[in-house]
């Protein structure tokens, strides 16, 4: 006798709330390629919705207006963009190896907000002085960097890899204040040795590549704090 097969049920249908999870990540995923590609400005949303492969009707269930779905995609991303320059939350990497590999960031465009053709610096302020939503983002950005890179440099500093007089907020944001302006000047046509300014960051912080303590002119010793005048003990002559 032949065998009965049992007939297998039909798959179940997606739910809404999923289809409308995959349509929203599509949209999302065409923009960002498309800011990769073409910069912030250039990729219409009619190209957007096509890459995307959903109707414009598709787009403004999701997304208010453009400048929202710029502000979402820099949330959704940033987070990956910040792991591949500082290392993952955790990671054991050392200051001098975070600062030479976002030198080398720079210098080859490995990340598409930094990579040729890509978001260039002035369109993300552009986008920020139009849109108070992207300027938000973009400031929540700037300022988790600023956090994880403080926190990077806090436990460099009880290592004794980088120098104790140095002030890790101000630090911090002086250092992302030259990836961004090295990035400007890159835009800018200026010329710029990314690899070299790196290491002249390093040897200022008072360490040397693989985390040694830097040396000459003192940079690699901890320094004490510099008593005011206040606080000084008076110096008594001797008369003659």
Do not use: N, W
């Not at 200051?95 to 260039?120: K, N």
Request: aromatic letters at 4%.
């Amino acid at each position: 006798m032949p065998k009965k097969f049992a007939k297998k049920a039909p798959p179940k249908p997606r739910s809404r709330a999923a289809t409308m999870a995959e349509t929203r990540t599509a949209l999302l995923d065409a923009a960002a390629a498309l800011f990769a590609e073409q910069g912030l400005d250039v990729p219409s949303l009619d190209a957007i919705c096509a890459r995307a492969g959903f109707t414009r009707g598709a787009f403004y269930v999701h997304f208010a207006d453009r400048d929202a779905l710029v502000a979402e995609v820099m949330e959704r991303d940033a987070p990956a963009l910040l792991d591949a320059l500082l290392g993952k939350e955790g990671e054991a990497l050392g200051i001098d190896e975070i600062v030479v590999r976002v030198a080398s960031t720079l210098a080859q465009g490995d990340y598409p907000l930094l990579r040729a053709g890509g978001i260039m610096p002035h369109q993300i302020v552009d986008a920020a002085v139009r849109s108070p939503r992207i300027r938000a983002r973009y400031a929540d950005v700037i300022a988790t960097a600023a956090r994880r890179l403080e926190a990077l440099l806090e436990r460099a500093r009880d290592e004794g890899r980088v120098r104790s007089d140095v002030d890790l907020t101000g630090l911090s944001t002086l250092l992302l204040s030259a990836v961004i302006g090295g990035k400007t000047l890159a835009e800018l046509g200026v010329p710029l040795d990314p690899v070299r300014a790196a290491a002249t960051v390093v040897s200022l912080m008072g360490v040397s590549p693989g985390g040694r303590r830097g040396g000459g002119g003192g940079a690699g010793r901890r320094v004490g704090r510099t008593k005011p005048h206040s606080e000084r003990t008076p110096v008594t002559r001797r008369r003659g």
